[in-house]
């Protein structure tokens, strides 16, 4: 299936229902009064978060969103039927704007969670509304106000804890491939990943986090060079990025430090907050160097970028150091959930 991270449709709710005009007509009561009822409720549009899907590909062939509308009100204080809501499923991560003002509207991010986009209008109002002590036969009535109609912008944000990001062919999909249940494509020339992986790794029996795996980064990716600029935003709501680096690039004109340098640089320039996020470095493909350079020449890597951060030497293809980095990656995330549940449990001074 293709995957779509990005759509556009037009939501319209439903319109309320027109209040109705009768009168009490029964036998033996000559003045039986006005008894037209209100009219129904517009339904109203929502999308709900759906854990089962990864796509907006669905909103490129369903791009009208329409709720039904209210019916009439009918005698004997009969009130129109309400319309019936609609209720779109839209994958977990979904950003929604107005396309029109670029007002963002609501993220849905948790199963089941329900965002309203167009507001269904309000009912109209019957003529026994209307009735008082001056005014005994009224003939009024309302028309149901209109559903909120409004053009929507939907922008998918891949949830995980962990994302990779680095130059094509750095071998992101092969140590995703090792380290989780994710089977992204992998061969031997650039840009093999064309839409963003999602990937379980389980580091025991009952610990686990998902991993994320973007297509390479380019020069110029920031201004939309290559395929990075579409799915940079991916990285934005992970927690730790693993910049994945080979030692031996498939271009024998780059250099580790110079590929490494180049991907920092765009999302630097991108901004989103990426650079400013934790980030390890991963100098992966050590199984094509000499045994006995392995640690020398990866150190002059990490020497030459000046790098401060954890740094892991591995081998996604014969797995060596694999599971080393999976462990040091669970116990971050652990930490760092252990650290939030303090903050939020932390009592608040009151004045």
């Not at 439903?14 to 009768?22: D, I, M, Q």
């Not at 986090?209 to 579409?230: K, M, S, T, W, Y």
């Not at 320039?269 to 990426?274: D, S, V």
């Not at 000499?290 to 990490?302: A, G, H, K, N």
Request: one cysteine or more; proline letters at 5%; a negative charge.
């Amino acid at each position: 299936m293709k995957f779509v991270d990005e759509a556009t449709v037009k939501a319209e709710a439903g319109n309320g229902g027109s209040g109705h005009v009768s009168f009490r007509r029964e036998k033996y009561i000559p003045f039986g009064g006005p008894n037209g009822g209100d009219g129904g409720d517009g339904g109203s549009v929502y999308l709900q978060g759906r854990e089962a899907l990864n796509t907006l590909i669905d909103m490129r062939f369903n791009r009208l969103l329409r709720a039904d509308p209210g019916k009439r009100g009918q005698s004997a204080n009969c009130t129109g039927r309400g319309g019936e809501d609609l209720i779109v499923p839209v994958p977990l991560g979904t950003i929604v704007y107005d396309d029109g003002t670029d007002e963002l509207i609501g993220d849905v991010t948790e199963e089941g969670q329900k965002l309203l986009v167009a507001s269904g209008g309000f009912h109209g109002l019957g003529n026994a509304r209307y009735k008082s002590s001056t005014n005994r036969a009224p003939r009024q009535f309302s028309p149901g106000s209109e559903g909120e109609q409004r053009a929507l912008r939907l922008e998918l944000k891949v949830l995980a804890d962990v994302g990779t990001l680095g130059l094509p062919n750095a071998g992101k999909s092969s140590l995703i491939r090792s380290i989780s249940s994710a089977q992204p494509k992998v061969a031997n020339y650039p840009f093999t990943t064309l839409h963003p992986s999602l990937g379980v790794v389980r580091a025991d029996e009952l610990r686990s986090f998902v991993i994320a795996d973007i297509p390479g980064i380019i020069e110029g990716a920031a201004e939309g060079a290559g395929l990075g600029n579409l799915f940079l935003r991916h990285l934005a709501r992970n927690n730790l990025l693993l910049h994945v680096v080979d030692v031996e690039p498939y271009e024998s004109d780059i250099d580790p430090v110079s590929a490494a340098k180049a991907a920092i640089l765009e999302i630097e320039k991108w901004g989103g907050g990426l650079a400013e996020k934790p980030r390890w470095l991963v100098l992966n493909k050590i199984d094509l160097l000499p045994d006995d350079e392995i640690d020398s020449y990866c150190q002059m890597i990490v020497d030459e970028l000046k790098w401060e951060g954890p740094v892991f030497n591995v081998s996604a293809i014969t797995k060596t150091g694999t599971q080393k980095l999976v462990h040091a990656i669970m116990d971050y995330l652990d930490e760092q959930k252990a650290l939030e549940l303090e903050e939020k449990e932390e009592p608040k001074d009151i004045d």
